[in-house]
Each structure stands twice: as structure tokens, then as C-alpha cells.
């Protein structure tokens, strides 16, 4: 069984500029999570991804945005970059049925803007 | 808006020593989970509690969910140095699947 993988592992960008994180999901799992964890802090709810929709998203604008695949991986796109974006992005997958939130998380693609 | 406390924030304790971590809210949780994060990685899945009142035994660690549904608690036995880490409550409030509200985490050093 594959795990969550995401890539890339690291990145530098500047301010203004846009970037584009991948995910591949569990096998098996159709639902796909983001999160962002600043330095310090608990992982925070972007938004999910199920059957290539959004199904939820959390207090983020409009220039974090996603896709969903019909191989159930994903991406996360943030455009006009800011320096407070500079986070631990994750991706996190859970199976179809399992209603009580569990999720299995990727390493992460740690984000530093100048 | 909800809200996850966690204490203590940082924890620094010595190899053998017994230790307990809380996690509380003002909201019901319609399930809870406690992950484990290392650093570079991502979090790892340790337990999901759902029911008011249970408790459930890992090896060394012990976890409680509270009667109320609010609140709950990680205990750990004779700690050693490997359970060093970020250990990470989330609760899911019955929104979608896959968001939950993460506390700020306990950073964990047992020191050998």
C-alpha cells in the first residue's frame, strides 16, 4: 500500500510569485485534504477535495485554490505569494466511509518566501 | 469559532518519568484525534476516541475522551526517549470528512 507522497519537498519563492504543490493520495482514498502549518503552530484546514470537487474549505482566500484528479491526486496552487505563506504545506487522505475524520498525512512541502 | 487548547506547550522530562497532556474545548467534538509529528514529517495517526468517557491503551500511552465530549487526554507511561515529538489534537466538529481543528501542539523532549 502507498502512502500520501507529496512533492516538492522543499521550495524558495518570492513575494508576487506563484507556486503549484502536488499531492498523491493513499491507494484506495478519494478524499483529499490541505493544511498549512506555520512554524509553532497546529496544521490548519485549507480544504478538501472529494470526487474533483471542493467539499469544504476553511478561512483562506480565494488565491489558495486546488484541483483534484481522477486518479484522486491533487494540487494546491497559491498565487500572488506573501510572505506569511512561508508554511509546512500537507496533504492528508482518508478512505471512503470513515466518518470520524481520520486522516494519514505526507511528509509535507515546507514553502519560504522572500 | 472552535477552538483546541492544548497544555503544557512544551514539556521536558527525563527518561522513565510519567507524563500527561491535555486538550480541551468549549465545543462538542463529534470525534477526536492525537498524532504524533517529528520534525520534517508530517503527522502520524495515533488514536481516534468517538464515544464519551472511553479510554484506550496503546503500549505505553494512555488516552481518555471526556464524558462531555470536550475535552481529553494523553498519558504516558515511563516515557522514553523515541516518544520525543509534537504530539497534535484535532477534533472533527461533524464538518466534512477531512477538516479538523488542530490544537497547537505539546513539544515532548525526553531527555535519556
Known amino acids: 500500500e502507498t502512502g500520501v507522497t507529496q512533492s516538492p519537498t522543499h521550495l524558495i519563492k518570492t513575494r508576487g510569485q506563484q507556486v503549484t504543490l502536488r499531492c498523491s493520495s493513499q491507494s484506495g482514498h478519494n478524499t483529499v485534504s490541505w493544511y498549512q502549518q506555520a512554524l509553532g503552530q497546529g496544521p490548519q484546514f485549507i480544504f478538501q477535495?472529494?470526487?474533483?470537487?471542493?467539499?469544504g474549505r476553511g478561512n483562506f482566500p480565494p488565491r489558495f485554490s486546488g484541483l483534484q484528479f481522477p486518479n484522486y491526486s491533487s494540487e494546491l496552487n497559491v498565487n500572488a505569494l506573501e510572505l506569511d505563506d512561508s508554511a509546512l504545506y500537507l496533504c492528508a487522505s482518508s478512505s471512503p466511509g470513515r466518518h470520524t475524520g481520520e486522516l494519514f498525512f505526507g511528509e509535507g512541502s515546507r514553502l519560504t518566501v522572500l | 469559532t472552535q477552538l483546541l487548547e492544548q497544555s503544557p506547550q512544551f514539556l521536558s522530562i527525563q527518561e522513565g518519568e510519567n507524563l500527561t497532556v491535555y486538550c480541551n474545548s468549549s465545543s462538542v467534538f463529534s470525534s477526536l484525534q492525537w498524532y504524533r509529528q517529528e520534525p520534517g514529517e508530517g503527522p502520524v495517526l495515533l488514536v481516534t476516541?468517538?464515544?464519551?468517557?472511553e479510554v484506550k491503551k496503546l503500549k505505553r500511552l494512555t488516552f481518555q475522551f471526556g464524558d462531555a465530549r470536550k475535552d481529553s487526554s494523553l498519558h504516558i507511561t515511563a516515557a522514553q526517549p523515541g516518544d520525543t515529538g509534537l504530539y497534535l489534537c484535532?477534533?472533527?466538529?461533524?464538518?466534512?470528512?477531512?477538516?479538523?481543528?488542530f490544537g497547537k501542539g505539546t513539544k515532548l523532549s525526553v531527555k535519556p
Open positions: 476516541v468517538v464515544t464519551g468517557g
Open positions: 477535495y472529494y470526487r474533483e470537487e471542493e467539499n
Open positions: 484535532a477534533g472533527n466538529y461533524g464538518g466534512s470528512q477531512g477538516n479538523l481543528i
